[in-house]
């Protein structure tokens, strides 16, 4: 991520469309072997989170994204046991999984460093997701796991990071 300048964050949404964010208060920044994570305060947005400067979730509409995404595939099953989330690492998608009385969600995310950010920065996202002893936290590629797995699952969520929006507009 390019360093900020005066507390302005700014996203290249597509070319020729860029999104400015004014950082009121960096609460976390670093890099984990994957990507740069920031967490902080946006002005009207709130608590937010970025993955290599591109914004994967704030407050302000978190739920909204997460609750869409989540229970139109559980009003559709009749009755779901398995989940598999693929993604999701800061814990509000297993929240919404969870609402429901699931045997077992599996979460695979590539980055355990944004699971631990998002349960000390954003706790009030996941809820206690990722404590609840219905969920399975694996830490390995999603591509690979989905690969590999002789697991069946009812339900299948996908909560990757905008990357794939990018490539499919360069």
């Not at 390019?2 to 960096?26: A, M, S």
């Not at 984990?32 to 914004?55: A, M, R, T």
């Not at 429901?100 to 349960?119: G, L, N, R, Y």
């Not at 996908?158 to 794939?164: E, F, G, M, P, T």
């Amino acid at each position: 991520m390019k360093k900020l300048e005066n507390n302005i964050i700014l996203e290249e949404f597509v070319p020729g469309i860029k999104i400015q964010y004014f950082l009121k208060n960096k609460i976390y920044e670093g890099e984990s072997d994957y990507q740069h994570i920031l967490v902080g305060e946006i002005e009207g947005l709130g608590k937010s989170i970025f993955l290599n400067g591109i914004l994967q979730s704030a407050q302000i509409d978190e739920y909204v994204y997460h609750e869409i995404l989540v229970h139109p595939a559980f009003y559709l099953h009749k009755n779901p046991e398995n989940v598999l989330i693929l993604g999701g690492g800061e814990g509000a998608t297993l929240r919404e999984v969870l609402k429901h009385p699931v045997k077992k969600a599996v979460m695979v995310d590539i980055d355990p460093q944004v699971v631990e950010i998002s349960k000390k920065f954003l706790p009030e996202w996941s809820c206690g997701s990722f404590s609840d002893k219905r969920t399975e936290l694996v830490f390995e590629d999603a591509r690979k796991f989905v690969e590999d797995c002789n697991e069946k699952f009812d339900i299948i969520i996908s909560d990757l990071n905008r990357l794939l929006f990018r490539i499919a507009y360069p």
